[in-house]
């Protein structure tokens, strides 16, 4: 079993950057791929990015976060991170993060375990 837990979020400017932790205990959180996941009011749970087991070798961003969103991993931490620039008022949500048995994984439902989110807010 895997807990997550979500830090980092906040409010920033628009064209701002935030770094969002998603830190790990339990079960061997190397062997876990992890995505991040948002939920906007009103709107569906959406992928944003995804992170392969192991040596993190391999990601997957949503089309809206290419190029201004990075995931990685210190799996000496058991933390995995989102990093977030040029942050659009668009991106506010809910972030959460969550481990898959799967191969990065863009469905939720593929997903195991998740964190209790983190609020993130743009606007000026």
């Known amino acids: 079993q895997v807990q997550l837990v979500e830090s980092g979020g906040g409010l920033v400017q628009p064209g701002g950057s935030l770094r969002l932790s998603c830190a790990a205990s339990?079960?061997?959180?190397?062997?876990?791929?992890v995505g991040w996941f948002r939920r906007a009011p009103g709107k569906e749970r959406e992928f944003v990015a995804v992170?392969?087991?192991?040596?993190?070798?391999?990601?997957n961003y949503a089309d809206s976060v290419k190029g201004r969103f990075t995931i990685s991993r210190d799996n000496a931490k058991n933390t995995v991170y989102l990093q977030m620039n040029s942050l659009k008022p668009e991106d506010t949500a809910v972030y959460y993060c969550a481990s898959s048995v799967f191969n990065r994984p863009r469905d939720p439902k593929l997903y195991d375990y998740w964190g209790q989110g983190t609020q993130v807010t743009v606007s000026s």
């Open positions: 992170i392969s087991a192991w040596s993190g070798s391999s990601t």
């Open positions: 339990g079960s061997i959180f190397s062997s876990y791929a």
